[in-house]
Structures are given as structure tokens and as C-alpha cells.
């Protein structure tokens, strides 16, 4: 695992998905309070996305203004890095249960030949994944703008494998972004963090 500088200035994980070990913690999250887990990140307008589901649906960022939106970048044959961010952000969503319906993920691929709909419908329905997480697929073309966007690096590489920058970005309701994740984003944080964002005026 090598550690990239991220423009907005947090330590992002550079991940080759087969010598990362981000953690999946069960644990309660804490109370909340206004000391938040995420790094904090300049308060820009979040760059937009505009891709399709697996089912073919068009979703976009600016739908989900209005609420939360954790926004990763994953990939189905990945064997530990992105299936332990998938659960992590999936459980923050079981943890808000109550207010589910004002938080959201969009994973964004990065291997545009592997995740095949029928690659990303199985990953869905392995990992037991929450309706408001949205894995959102495309052509190398209609994915790279998003990379760029949001300064990913996507490389592939053989046996399937795809060095990729693994962070996950908290947009807030007003489309701006807020917080940063690393790879070893944890379930509590990120729903400890959704819950005091949400108590706060």
C-alpha cells in the first residue's frame, strides 16, 4: 500500500485491493456531538455525477440534495479493500436506520469492464446492500470525468486487479463537500458524524 497526497489535503489511501486491511467495526457508534470523525475539507460545490445503476436507472448527485450523500469509489472483483468500504458505508446506513431516508451512498466504478450489471447486481445482493446505496456503473468515457472530478487515479491491472485511490466524500445537503474518509473509513465514525451533522442547526 503506498499513501498519495489528496488535493483537499487529506492522507487518501492508494489502494491495489489485495494488501489493504480496512477495518469493519460492529460497534455502537457514540452520541453524538459536534466533534466530528471526517477530516474536514474545503467547502466546495461537490463536482457532478450523472451515471446508471445496474439497472439502467440514471442517478444523479443533485437528486439527493436535501440530505447527505457519501459519495466512494469501488469496484466488484476487488478481493478486501472496496467489499470492507461497501459494508462499512452500508452499516453507517443501518446505524441512521431512523433517518435513512436523508442519507445516501454513491459508489463510482472504477473498472468500467468488470463491473458488467450482472457483476454489480451479485455484489449488491452478496453484500445485503441498503436501497439507498447506489453503485453506479459506465464506459471508461462516461466514468473517467468522474475520476478526474474528484482526483481518482484508476489504473488496471492483470488478474483483474485495479490500483485506485480508495477514499469516500460526505456531501452535504447543500451539494457542498464536507468531510473525507480514508480506506479505513469505519461504520461508527461515519454514523456518528451523519448524527451529529444532522442534530446541528
Given at each position: 500500500?503506498?499513501?498519495?497526497p489528496f488535493l483537499l489535503g487529506a492522507a487518501l489511501t492508494l489502494a491495489g485491493c489485495g494488501g489493504s486491511h480496512a477495518a469493519l467495526t460492529t460497534t455502537t457508534h457514540r452520541a453524538a456531538t459536534t466533534q466530528l470523525d471526517g477530516a474536514r475539507v474545503p467547502n466546495r460545490i461537490a463536482p457532478p455525477i450523472a451515471l446508471h445503476d445496474a439497472g439502467g436507472h440514471r442517478v444523479t448527485l443533485a437528486s439527493f440534495r436535501g440530505g447527505y450523500t457519501l459519495v466512494t469509489f469501488l469496484y466488484t472483483h476487488c478481493p478486501d479493500v472496496c467489499p470492507l468500504i461497501a459494508a462499512n458505508l452500508n452499516q453507517a446506513l443501518h446505524l441512521v436506520a431512523a433517518r435513512r431516508h436523508h442519507v445516501n451512498v454513491i459508489a463510482v466504478s472504477v473498472d468500467p469492464s468488470g463491473d458488467t450489471p450482472a457483476a454489480v447486481r451479485?455484489?449488491?445482493?452478496?453484500?445485503?446492500?441498503?436501497?439507498?446505496f447506489h453503485y453506479l456503473i459506465g464506459t471508461r468515457a462516461e466514468l473517467?470525468?468522474?475520476w478526474v472530478a474528484y482526483n481518482v487515479t484508476a489504473v488496471a491491472q492483470q488478474a483483474k486487479l485495479v490500483t485506485h485511490v480508495a477514499y469516500t466524500m460526505l456531501v452535504d445537503p447543500s451539494g457542498r463537500e464536507r468531510l473525507v474518509?480514508?480506506?479505513?473509513?469505519?461504520?461508527?465514525?461515519?454514523?456518528?458524524d451523519l448524527d451529529a451533522l444532522l442534530h446541528l442547526p
Open positions: 500500500m503506498r499513501r498519495t451479485a455484489f449488491v445482493r452478496e453484500k445485503h446492500l441498503a436501497p439507498q473517467r470525468p468522474v474518509y480514508d480506506a479505513q473509513v469505519r461504520a461508527g465514525e461515519v454514523a456518528h
